[in-house]
């Protein structure tokens, strides 16, 4: 079920059509039978824009995942490798067209289709490996923003904010850039540009170098945007390392989504057996569920807070039985035909309210638990300022108790941010514990996360984040779940402050809060970018302004959420259609961080 791409007034299946023609074309050049070999990252990416049947169109007759030595064997004219610029997975590919030339029999074309940039150096490797020469087609394909819903747009780099504040490496920002070129192409130029922080302003400045390489053309299409808000990851460290409090936000705090699916525990979905002595034949594979707008249950109750969604099943559980019933009543045959011609949609209903009711009551289980509860108030704590500069009791008995590292680093990063840094001896017993505990292995990601900013030293002895909280109004005591009125309600008490920077940007404007943005990291700015004659905009009454956010380093379902909220609102007068880098969470954030994942994720539970 693919997403339903219009959302307001911005329709993203322009781009999701530019980007299949672009690889429609690909294919076409590689004439007759052909097999794709799939980097395995890509495979979710590419669903969410080329289903299986596209390919077949253009003759692609088998897939297979890229791995070492022979290929499995096929009967087809061309090989496609698809993969990610990475050097190690050259060699793979070395692998398997030398393999393929020892093997004898009918002559194949080899081509490499690289995402979303071709690479020198891979170019280079090839050719030290000998099978450069062998490779007919070697092109790129631009998927540098993949349509995930009406108004979410991603790059899936699961190692932008790495890169960017650790390494040093520019070339997600790069592909932003140039995400957003093709955007404006489509959607017509952006004239106002505002930033946060050093990441945004590197971004704005090659859109500006790039737009002076194409001056030959000039855009002609009429903007459908009117801002563009860029804000770097780091401006808001702490987001991202709440729990989320959304009913989508916790599906993926404690599943996991994946390009759009979640993989759940199968028993909650086994079919009820008559006469209940079913209990034998349990499926043991994972329930995998997409998860969109494009099912209507979900869009309604994706960005509630979680305490609101229970009432929301059960009354759309007596509307559907109400609707079944209604067969009784249906006495003609214009009646029954007309029961009939609604049955299909009233099925496909009763199907997502019982996959959500299951998703819910495992959900439930996990947020009733006592250690939930604990963590929360702990979070909840620091956000609102409280006791952030000692060492903290629930964090030393999860260490004592060996609770997954991930859990403790989380904590540990929330209160190092909360409090503008650690003191020093608070830092150094968190260390000291952590690495006894866990292995002097995890030097490495300490000393990553100190590099990143999330858990360092105070300096200065200062804390800002009470002014931050405070001027932001970040944390609220006063939270209406079932009926919010305010973005707070998607962490039951703290504004997420990426939002509210938006949300202040639209009303009344940056101006009003120049001295906490002078407190948050890197600069901020404001740039226009001129309109030809006769493509300005002139707003109606009640017209609202369109404003495109991208997150630089990754975004949360909580903060979506929130945005999401506030385009909603009768008197807000701003539609937000949100870009990002990566879609994460805190785990999955500090999870690429860490230098060994695998070891922290041993003794996991959701927690």
């Known amino acids: 079920m693919a997403a339903h791409l219009s959302y307001g007034r911005v329709n993203l299946n322009l781009l999701r059509e530019a980007v299949r023609r672009e690889l429609r074309e690909f294919l076409d050049k590689c004439a007759g039978s052909k097999a794709i070999v799939w980097d395995e990252y890509l495979t979710g990416p590419f669903g969410l824009i080329a289903q299986y049947s596209l390919l077949k169109e253009h003759e692609v007759e088998k ?169 770097d990851r780091n401006v808001d460290l702490l987001t991202p390392l709440a729990t989320q409090l959304t009913y989508e936000g916790l599906i993926d705090e404690i599943y996991g989504i994946q390009n759009s699916y979640v993989k759940l525990p199968p028993e ?78 009233m099925q496909a209903a009763r199907g997502s309210l019982a996959n959500h009711t299951s998703i819910a009551e495992l959900i439930k289980d996990v947020t009733t638990s006592e250690d939930f509860f604990d963590k929360l108030t702990v ?15 629930y964090i030393e008995d999860c260490i004592a108790q060996k609770h997954p590292l991930i859990k403790v680093l989380r904590l540990v990063c929330l209160q190092s941010v909360c409090n503008s840094g650690l003191k020093q001896k608070v830092l150094d017993y968190y260390r000291r514990e952590i690495l006894q505990t866990y292995g002097f292995e995890h030097i490495l ?91 300005q905009k002139k707003r109606q009454p009640g017209e609202n302004r369109v404003t495109l956010i991208f997150f630089l380093g990754g975004v949360t379902f909580a903060e979506v959420a929130a945005l999401r909220f506030l385009s909603q609102l009768e008197d807000g007068g701003t539609e937000y259609v949100i870009a990002t880098t990566k879609l994460m969470n805190g785990s999955s954030w500090i999870e690429a961080l860490m230098e060994n994942p695998r070891e922290a994720r041993k003794t996991s539970h959701p927690g």
């Open 63 to 231: 897939m297979f995942t890229l791995k070492g030595n022979r290929l499995p064997a096929a009967d087809v004219k061309n090989i496609i490798f698809l993969v990610r610029p990475r050097l190690e997975l050259m060699d793979i590919i070395a692998e398997n067209v030398l393999s393929e030339d020892r093997r004898g029999g009918p002559t194949r074309d080899f081509h490499i289709l690289f995402v979303p940039r071709r690479s020198l150096l891979c170019e280079q490797r090839l050719k030290d490996l000998g099978v450069l020469g062998s490779i007919t087609h070697l092109e790129e394909y631009s998927l540098d923003l993949i349509p995930f819903d009406g108004d979410l747009l991603s790059m899936e780099s699961e190692s932008a904010f790495k890169e960017c504040y650790l390494e040093g490496d520019q070339t997600s920002l790069y592909h932003a850039a140039k995400g957003l070129m093709t955007l404006q192409v489509l959607y017509g130029t952006i004239p106002h540009i505002f930033g946060k922080g050093e990441c945004a302003r590197q971004v704005a400045n090659m859109m500006v170098r790039m737009k002076r390489e194409f001056t030959g053309s000039q855009n002609s299409v009429f903007p459908v945007f009117d801002n563009l808000l860029l804000l």
């Open 268 to 345: 909650k979905f086994a079919p009820k057996k008559q006469g209940g002595g079913g209990g034998k034949d349990l499926p043991t594979e994972a329930k995998k569920l997409q998860l969109n707008s494009a099912e209507e249950l979900y869009a309604e109750i994706r960005d509630k807070n979680f305490n609101a969604v229970g009432s929301v099943l059960s009354k759309k559980a007596k509307i559907i039985s109400a609707a079944f019933e209604e067969r009784h009543n249906a006495k003609t045959v214009g009646e029954i035909k007309q029961f009939v011609s609604q049955l299909p949609h």
């Open 379 to 393: 979070e909840q704590e620091f956000m609102s300022g409280i006791d952030t500069d000692k060492v903290n009791n």
């Open 445 to 535: 990601t300490l000393n990553n996360l100190e590099k990143a900013g999330l858990l360092k030293a105070q300096t200065g002895g200062r804390n800002n984040y009470p002014t931050i909280r405070k001027t932001l109004r970040l944390w609220m005591d006063d939270v209406n779940e079932q009926n919010p009125t305010d973005i707070s309600y998607v962490y039951s008490g703290y504004a997420p402050l990426s939002v509210r920077l938006a949300q202040l940007l639209s009303r009344p404007g940056w101006r009003s809060i120049e001295e906490v943005l002078r407190i948050l990291p890197g600069p901020h700015f404001e740039e226009r970018q001129p309109l030809p004659t006769g493509l």
